[in-house]
């Protein structure tokens, strides 16, 4: 089973940045796309953010779209959510996982709280 483990959340003032880390135990992290998803409270999991597997494309949703920028290290099985500007309605818990079916299970997440 694949494992996903999400870091690099945290409290930040709305303007700042943060930069989340997801990092994936499989041997085949290089050919598949890759995803941000967040979940805010009293709402459905979101995605925000999608990468193909090669690093050259990414896909924003409009809410984020010039703010977050996704990345990839496919020599570390790494993938990364780069947020500047942030604003509270950021607020949520960052979820890393396939794209576009995400797998049937999710890692821990990480919390990000933008405070206004």
């Known amino acids: 089973q694949v494992q996903l483990v999400e870091s690099g959340g945290g409290l930040v003032q709305a303007g700042g940045s943060l930069r989340l880390s997801c990092a994936a135990s499989?041997?085949?992290?290089?050919?598949?796309?890759m995803g941000w998803y967040r979940q805010a409270p009293g709402k459905q999991r979101e995605l925000v953010a999608a990468?193909?597997?090669?690093?050259?494309?990414?896909n924003y949703a409009d809410s984020v779209k010039g703010r977050f920028t996704i990345t990839r290290d496919n020599a570390k099985n790494t993938v990364y959510l780069q947020m500047n500007s942030l604003k509270p309605e950021d607020t949520a818990v960052y979820y890393c996982n396939k794209t576009p079916r995400p797998l049937g299970y999710w890692g821990q997440g990480t919390q990000v709280t933008v405070s206004s």
């Open positions: 990468i193909t597997s090669g690093g050259n494309t990414g």
């Open positions: 499989t041997s085949i992290f290089e050919f598949i796309s």
